[in-house]
C-alpha cells in the first residue's frame, strides 16, 4: 500500500507554476486573485489565508476581502462588479458557503466567466461537460492530477463517486468520464453503498462524514481518494474514510490532511495564471507568445 503524498506532489507542481508565473512576470503580467470572505465561518478563514499565502509563495498578487456576517447580496455583488472591471485582478474567488441571505448562486452568475477561477460559474460548468474548459474545478482537477503524477491509470476503470456536490461530486464524475473511466455516483439516497463502492478500482469520497468509508466498502488493491475534511472532537482533521482499516486494503489511499488538499490549492493558482493569460489583449498575446518567453499560449 503507498499514501499519495499530496504535499509533495503539490510542490512539484507548484514549481512548474512558479516558472510560468516569472516568465509572465518579466513581461509586466503579474497574475493577480481577488479572495472574498464573507462571515466568520473559522474553517473558511483558514482556506482562505492558505490561499492568499499559496499566491505569495508564487509572486502572484492577492487581494483579500472580507466582510461580516450581516453583509447583503447587493454590497457583495457591488464589490464583484468592481473587481470584473479591475485590470490587475484575473481570477475571483468567493469563499462558499455564503451567510443564508445570500444567494450564492446569483453570487456565482454575477463573476465573469473568464475570471471565474473556481469554475463554479454555469457557463464553465457547460464548458466542464462538454470538455473544453480552459479552467476545471479545483478539486477534482487535483485529483486527477494526483492519480496520473502516481502513475494511475483511469481508463477503463470502474470508478465510484460518492457525494454529488456541485464542488466536487459532479464536476469530479465528468472529469473521471472525459478521462473514459466508467462512473458511479453515490449519495445519500444509495441503495448499498457498501456494495456500490466495492465495485471501485478507484473509490472517491466527498462527503463530509467522517468513518463513512470502512474497510469493507473497498475492494482489494482499490485506490481511494478522501476528499472529506472533518474535525474530530479532539480538534484534530479527519477524511470520511477510515484511514487505520482501508490503508492496509488499498493499493493508494490519500491521507488527510495532505492528500487532496495541497492540491486544491495549487489547481487554483494554475487557474489564476491561465485566467491571467486568457484575458492577454491579441496585442500582448502576439508580443508574449511569440519570443522564447518559455510559454505555451
Ligand atoms: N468552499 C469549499 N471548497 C471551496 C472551493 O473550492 N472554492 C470556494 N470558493 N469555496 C469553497
Given at each position: 500500500m503507498s499514501i499519495i503524498d499530496g504535499k509533495m506532489i503539490a510542490a512539484q507542481v507548484k514549481e512548474q507554476l512558479r516558472q510560468e508565473a516569472d516568465s509572465l512576470k518579466e513581461?509586466?503580467?503579474?497574475?493577480?486573485?481577488?479572495?472574498?470572505?464573507?462571515?466568520?465561518?473559522?474553517?473558511?478563514?483558514?482556506?482562505?489565508?492558505?490561499?492568499?499565502k499559496a499566491c505569495e509563495e508564487l509572486g502572484l498578487y492577492a487581494e483579500k476581502y472580507t466582510f461580516p456576517e450581516d453583509t447583503s447580496q447587493e454590497q457583495l455583488l457591488e464589490l464583484i462588479d468592481e473587481l470584473n472591471e479591475n485590470p490587475a485582478i484575473h481570477g475571483i474567488l468567493v469563499q462558499l458557503?455564503?451567510?443564508?441571505?445570500?444567494?450564492?448562486?446569483?453570487?456565482?452568475?454575477?463573476?465573469?466567466?473568464?475570471?471565474?477561477?473556481?469554475?463554479f460559474h454555469p457557463f464553465n460548468v457547460g464548458r466542464?461537460?462538454?470538455?473544453?474548459?480552459?479552467?476545471?474545478?479545483?478539486?477534482?482537477?487535483?485529483?486527477?492530477?494526483?492519480?496520473?503524477?502516481?502513475?494511475?491509470?483511469i481508463d477503463g476503470k470502474e470508478c465510484v463517486v460518492v457525494g454529488r456536490s456541485n464542488i466536487v461530486g459532479k464536476p469530479m464524475a465528468m472529469l473521471l468520464l472525459h478521462h473514459n473511466a466508467t462512473v458511479t455516483i453515490c449519495h445519500s439516497h444509495t441503495e448499498n453503498l457498501a456494495e456500490v463502492c466495492r465495485?471501485?478500482?478507484?473509490?472517491?469520497?466527498?462527503?463530509?462524514?467522517?468513518?463513512?468509508?470502512?474497510?469493507?466498502?473497498?475492494?482489494?488493491?482499490?485506490?481511494?481518494?478522501?476528499?472529506?475534511?472533518?474535525?474530530?472532537?479532539?480538534?484534530?482533521?479527519?477524511?470520511?474514510v477510515d484511514f487505520q482499516q482501508v490503508k492496509?486494503?488499498?493499493?493508494?489511499?490519500?491521507?488527510?490532511?495532505?492528500?487532496?488538499g495541497p492540491m486544491t490549492i495549487v489547481m487554483l493558482m494554475k487557474n489564476t495564471i491561465e485566467a491571467a493569460k486568457a484575458q492577454l489583449t491579441q496585442q500582448e498575446k502576439k508580443w508574449i507568445f511569440s519570443g522564447n518567453s518559455g510559454l505555451s499560449g
Open positions: 513581461r509586466g503580467i503579474t497574475p493577480g486573485l481577488a479572495v472574498v470572505l464573507v462571515g466568520d465561518d473559522p474553517a473558511s478563514a483558514i482556506y482562505v489565508r492558505n490561499k492568499e458557503p455564503l451567510p443564508e441571505q445570500i444567494d450564492e448562486q446569483a453570487v456565482i452568475r454575477a463573476i465573469h466567466p473568464e475570471k471565474d477561477v473556481d469554475c466542464v461537460m462538454i470538455g473544453n474548459s480552459t479552467v476545471k474545478p479545483c478539486t477534482p482537477e487535483g485529483i486527477i492530477h494526483l492519480l496520473e503524477a502516481c502513475g494511475i491509470e465495485r471501485a478500482d478507484i473509490l472517491i469520497c466527498a462527503v463530509g462524514k467522517a468513518g463513512l468509508i470502512t474497510e469493507e466498502m473497498v475492494k482489494p488493491g482499490a485506490v481511494v481518494v478522501d476528499v472529506g475534511m472533518n474535525r474530530r472532537e479532539d480538534g484534530k482533521l479527519c477524511g470520511d492496509e486494503k488499498a493499493s493508494y489511499i490519500t491521507p488527510v490532511p495532505g492528500g487532496v
